[in-house]
């Protein structure tokens, strides 16, 4: 049997269960690991399982790695713990291709205190110096390890398998003095997601405030129409490629005859008011744009207004995208076109 661990956001982890057992996926469920990090066996490969999942395009989970080996850690300590671990990858470094780039990936739940990093450049070291090449940023294959208290799980995989190559689908983007918001990493991220580089263009960014998408947008070239009844930072509202409308999207849809190459909306509001909005703007859209939107999400119910929402939208746009990605909080992103 495949054991695999998964990972969602620790808020979502239930939800991100209940898609895999409705996706009509043949695994059991074993435990969970950490908060959002569970394990599973199945009776496919990890590479069929993962072509599976991709399939079933599930909203909730974020990343996947195989654990082909499982040590057993009871009353070990720190130093035994690097010891077995270092043991087991000394056994398999030859097992990896010389040829492409890997990168070593080590995990541990909060409940276990060690230096995971130490660990992480220790294992590096030692599976380079057998003739394989570290490549970080975007490696072929991943050495993933997964600590916990009691056991530590030693996967190796092709990189595209493991649904991202962050550790754990945990993007990170450095905050830079020109940053807004955290807001920013999530229009980032839904671009690097759908492998979209814009270059220029008109853009309308619904629910602007303070200007984290709208400061993304005009980075990229972009003449940005930044609506938001409430103020845009000193920054974004000096840029001369963001002119802020002060109005609610509803209003700004009476007055607008412009069409944009990209929409966005992070607008704070219930989903079905959000969709609404952009049914309404399918006409401000270029054949060939694209629509980016997050769906604000309450405890109650999720998936029904998830639902509920691609329902309404699916009467002018195809979903190109729907997911909750590291950088949503209580949301999901969307990426919509024009049908
Ligand atoms: C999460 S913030 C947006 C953050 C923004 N994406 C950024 O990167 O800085 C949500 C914004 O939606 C705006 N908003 C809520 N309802 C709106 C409406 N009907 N029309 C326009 N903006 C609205 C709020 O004023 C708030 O500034």
Not at 165 to 194: D, H, I
Not at 245 to 258: G, I, S, T
Not at 321 to 330: A, E, G, I
Request: with cysteine.
């Amino acid at each position: 049997m495949q054991k695999i661990i998964f990972t969602s956001q620790p808020a979502s982890a239930e939800l991100c269960l209940n898609e895999l057992n409705g996706a009509g996926l043949s695994f059991n469920f074993l435990k969970w690991l950490g908060a959002g990090v569970g394990i599973l066996e199945t009776d496919i490969s990890f590479s069929d399982f993962s072509v599976a999942v991709r399939e079933s395009r599930l909203i909730f989970l974020r990343h996947i790695c195989p654990a082909d080996i499982v040590i057993s850690l009871e009353n070990a300590g720190a130093a035994n713990l690097n010891q077995a671990v270092l043991a087991v990858c000394d056994n398999i470094k030859d097992t990896l291709p010389k040829d492409s780039g890997f990168s070593v990936q080590v995990r541990r739940s909060a409940d276990v205190k060690c230096d995971i990093s130490g660990l992480q450049h220790t294992i590096a070291d030692e599976i380079s110096s057998c003739g394989c090449s570290l490549n970080v940023r975007c490696p072929v294959n991943i050495l993933s390890v997964y600590i916990c208290r009691d056991e530590a799980y030693i996967g190796m995989s092709a990189a595209a398998d493991n649904l991202s190559s962050w550790p754990g689908g945990m993007r990170r983007y450095a905050m830079l003095p020109q940053t807004v918001s955290r807001a920013e990493f999530k229009l980032l991220e839904a671009l690097e997601y759908l492998n979209i580089s814009i270059k220029g263009g008109r853009a309308l960014d619904l629910g602007a405030a303070p200007g984290g998408w709208s400061r993304v947008l005009a980075e990229k070239g972009c003449l940005v129409d930044a609506v938001d009844p409430a103020d845009l930072a000193e920054a974004v509202s000096k840029n001369p490629n963001i002119t802020h409308h002060k109005c609610l999207a509803q209003d700004f849809a009476q007055d607008n005859n412009r069409s944009y190459d990209i929409i966005v909306n992070d607008m704070k509001m219930d989903v079905q008011q959000s969709a609404g909005i952009i049914m309404d703007f399918a006409g401000f859209l270029k054949p060939d744009g694209i629509v980016i939107m997050t769906f604000k999400l309450v405890k109650k119910n999720r998936m029904a207004a998830i639902r509920k929402g691609i329902e309404l939208l699916q009467g002018k746009y195809e979903c190109l995208m729907l997911k909750q990605l590291f950088n949503n909080r209580s949301e999901v992103t969307v990426a919509l076109k024009r049908k």
